[in-house]
Antibody, heavy 126, light 109 residues
Framework: QITLKESGPTLVKPTQTLTLTCTFS??????????VGWIRQPPGKALEWLAL???????RYSPSLKRRLTITKDTSKNQVVLTMANMDPVDTATYYC??????????????????WGQGTLVTVSS | EIVLTQSPGTLSLSPGERATLSCRAS???????LAWYQQKPGQAPRLLIY???SRATGIPDRFSGSGSGTDFSLTISRLEPEDFAVYYC??????????FGPGTKVDIK
């Protein structure tokens, strides 16, 4: 059974750097075909993908936020860390981490987030 | 960057009725890259459909997905009380990555 849990501050001040940790179990991030992504959701709004790290340490970022984001992994601790610099009140949101499955089958790649953490609400306010 | 549009924004239906949700992409998307999620208030999203038409583990067969190219749909054949929620489509593109649609809320009429 795959589980993920986000942790980090619930309140940050504008201009500060946010650091969130995703601690997971039930899979290894050194296994081919696996990744962990971060997705956020402002209150009452839609989901927004932020970043992804693959098992082989390949990393992808949302173009609109790329300059502010860093994603890393610690395979031995089963953790993925996301940092977001220069926080602003518009960054107030619930932040989720999610397990990505991707594989090749019958001539096509498949990509989907099949397990999600419960999310953590981060408020940006002075 | 591929933009996903979902319609309608809100769908008001009664239990037992059929729901059809639309997801349209601004350019062609590989069917294998298209997924649907359900989200209930206060909960994390849950994967329903991947590869445009494959049900995720444990998802009831009243949920089905279809479509190709730029037009995809999620159908709930007979709404159960627990199906009233917000539904998101999501696509993957090699660059820049993942995109979610704005969501369709299915509420009780």
């Amino acid at each position: 059974q795959i589980t993920l849990k986000e942790s980090g501050p619930t309140l940050v001040k504008p201009t500060q750097t946010l650091t969130l940790t995703c601690t997971f179990s039930g899979f290894s991030l050194s296994t081919s075909g696996v990744g962990v992504g971060w997705i956020r959701q402002p209150p009452g709004k839609a989901l927004e993908w932020l970043a992804l790290i693959y098992w082989d340490d390949d990393k992808r970022y949302s173009p609109s936020l790329k300059r502010r984001l860093t994603i890393t992994k610690d395979t031995s601790k089963n953790q993925v860390v996301l940092t977001m610099a220069n926080m602003d009140p518009v960054d107030t949101a619930t932040y989720y981490c999610a397990h990505l499955t991707y594989y090749w089958d019958s001539g096509a790649y498949y990509y989907y987030f099949d397990s999600w953490g419960q999310g953590t609400l981060v408020t940006v306010s002075s | 960057e591929i933009v996903l549009t979902q319609s309608p924004g809100t769908l008001s239906l009664s239990p037992g009725e059929r729901a059809t949700l639309s997801c349209r992409a601004s350019q062609s998307v590989s069917s294998s890259y298209l997924a649907w999620y359900q989200q209930k208030p206060g909960q994390a999203p849950r994967l329903l459909i991947y590869g445009a038409s494959s049900r995720a583990t444990g998802i009831p067969d009243r949920f089905s997905g279809s479509g190709s190219g730029t037009d995809f749909s999620l159908t709930i054949s007979r709404l159960e009380p627990e199906d009233f929620a917000v539904y998101y489509c999501q696509q993957y593109d090699t660059s820049p990555g993942f995109t979610f649609g704005p969501g369709t809320k299915v509420d009780i009429k």
